[in-house]
């Protein structure tokens, strides 16, 4: 979609979130631009780190307004290929965004953003008698949002269902 993402857009980006918000090093890039599959080679054009569902908000708008692809990237641990960005695109890591809300004993809910790890959701609600019943390998890893983009089942999938159930 773009050949070279322009310094007009990295700027902004840089504005919305900070220097520490993005990067644009060999090893960052070939590294977050990759899943487990290794099906395809990464070559995103940077990697963007939002903190909150505003900023993911603020760089999408930048992004649709200049026309560059975005690519959501969480635990990498797909093995789908589905998070690969292949062809200089924005990628934008979930990995800041992993607060924990309360647990809701009464509903038996919690609240977290999609960038929380799934084995941390796991010891976040065990104390209170509680599952979140998607686990599998990668739980050190995966992330929430992950998990529902791709409605993961894991080990438990026969007794729970997968994760939209």
Same mark, same amino acid.
């Given at each position: 979609?773009?050949?070279?993402?322009?310094?007009?857009?990295?700027?902004?980006?840089?504005?919305?979130?900070?220097?520490?918000?993005?990067?644009?090093?060999a090893d960052s890039l070939e590294s977050?631009?990759?899943?487990?599959?290794?099906?395809?080679? @990464?070559d995103p054009a940077l990697v963007v780190? @939002?903190?909150?569902?505003?900023?993911?908000?603020?760089?999408?708008?930048?992004?649709?307004?200049?026309?560059?692809?975005?690519? @959501?990237?969480?635990?990498?641990?797909?093995?789908?290929?589905?998070?690969?960005?292949?062809?200089?695109?924005?990628?934008?890591?979930?990995?800041?965004?992993?607060?924990?809300?309360?647990?809701?004993?009464?509903?038996?809910?919690?609240?977290?953003?999609?960038?929380?790890?799934?084995?941390?959701?796991?010891?976040?609600?065990?104390?209170?008698?509680?599952?979140? @019943?998607?686990?599998?390998?990668?739980?050190?890893?995966?992330?929430?949002?992950?998990?529902?983009?791709?409605?993961?089942?894991?080990?438990?999938?026969?007794?729970?269902?997968?994760?939209?159930?």
């Amino acid at each position: 979609m773009n050949e070279e993402l322009s310094t007009a857009v990295k700027d902004a980006l840089r504005e919305i979130l900070g220097e520490e918000g993005v990067l644009e090093d060999a090893d960052s890039l070939e590294s977050y631009g990759r899943d487990w599959s290794k099906v395809f080679e @990464p070559d995103p054009a940077l990697v963007v780190f @939002p903190r909150s569902t505003e900023e993911v908000s603020r760089v999408m708008r930048l992004c649709h307004e200049n026309r560059v692809a975005v690519v @959501p990237s969480g635990g990498r641990t797909g093995l789908a290929g589905g998070a690969v960005a292949a062809s200089k695109e924005v990628l934008l890591s979930l990995s800041r965004m992993a607060k924990m809300g309360e647990v809701d004993l009464l509903a038996q809910t919690l609240r977290v953003q999609a960038g929380a790890i799934t084995e941390a959701v796991h010891e976040h609600v065990a104390p209170h008698g509680l599952i979140w @019943p998607v686990d599998f390998a990668s739980k050190g890893s995966s992330q929430v949002g992950g998990n529902i983009a791709t409605n993961a089942g894991g080990v438990k999938v026969i007794r729970y269902g997968l994760t939209r159930q």
